[in-house]
């Protein structure tokens, strides 16, 4: 079996140490000298440690402050199902709610985008046919926990009461709702999640450190036909929400 890298073993440490209560959350680490002597290694070994607990949100860095203990955080419940989506409300919501939490989303949408190569193919269209986008920030009690960004087809949509995802008649109702109102029945969703590190400008939305794990999902809607009719990259902090899958069994 391969020894276990140098930083691995100095973020145990670390970790051990905050456990046992030898700093609190709001303490400043020593300097990286410091741990690098106490534990018998490099100032480099040190920093990919502080790096990877930093990403895990157990330390947040602090541009020309230094490394600090975070402090505790109740991870949101993110539950992916697509029995979910209901007429009667949103599902983010509920899950806020039942967390004593307030759950809201800012969105805009632009009309008439040209679809990127990867969103084309994954809606089964020519790169650069015109879709509509929308980009969400969802909040709990007004602190973003999730991304997303959202391509229908406009050719599906184009000229309906539905066009706008989050205006008109049917704001707020969801895909399949949406979808429903125009005589386009969904047969089922495709979800693809992949951990990955954050994008600058997703860490300055998410208030969390460049480069922290998030979860990236890529999930598609299909029409009873098979055809893509709406595709969206979902973005989730791994530090701060906890992605749930609830599957319902038909009988």
């Known amino acids: 079996m391969s020894e276990q890298p140098p930083y691995l073993r100095i973020a145990d440490e670390l970790r051990q140490r905050i456990a046992e209560h030898v700093w609190e959350p709001g303490d400043r680490l020593p300097s990286r000298a410091q741990i690098g002597q106490e534990c018998g290694v490099g100032e480099n070994v040190v920093r990919r440690a502080q790096e990877l607990l930093i990403s895990q949100g157990v330390l947040e860095g602090r541009a020309g402050s230094g490394t ?29 709610k039942a967390l004593r939490r307030q759950g809201d989303w800012e969105s805009r949408t632009d009309a008439k985008v040209p679809a990127p190569a990867e969103i084309a193919s994954r809606l089964g269209i020519a790169e650069g046919e015109l879709c509509v986008r929308t980009t969400y920030e969802f909040l709990a009690d007004g602190k973003p926990v999730q991304l997303s960004t959202s ?28 979808m429903a109102a125009i005589g386009v029945t969904i047969s089922h969703a495709v979800e693809q999640p992949e951990p990955r590190h954050a994008t600058a400008e997703e860490a300055s939305l998410l208030g969390i450190q460049k480069a922290a794990l998030v979860t990236h999902i890529r999930r598609t809607y299909y029409s009873d036909d098979g055809r893509p009719v709406e595709t969206a990259d979902i973005v989730v902090p791994a530090a701060h929400c906890e992605i749930v899958y609830e599957i319902p069994i038909n009988r």
């Open 151 to 178: 391509w229908e087809p406009y050719a599906v949509t184009g000229g309906t009461l539905v066009v706008l995802p989050e205006g008109g008649p049917h704001a707020g109702a969801g895909v399949v709702n949406r």
């Open 68 to 96: 600090y203990i975070s402090e505790p955080r109740e991870r949101v419940r993110v539950v992916r199902s697509s029995a979910r989506e209901q007429p009667s409300g949103s599902p983010f919501r509920q899950d806020m």
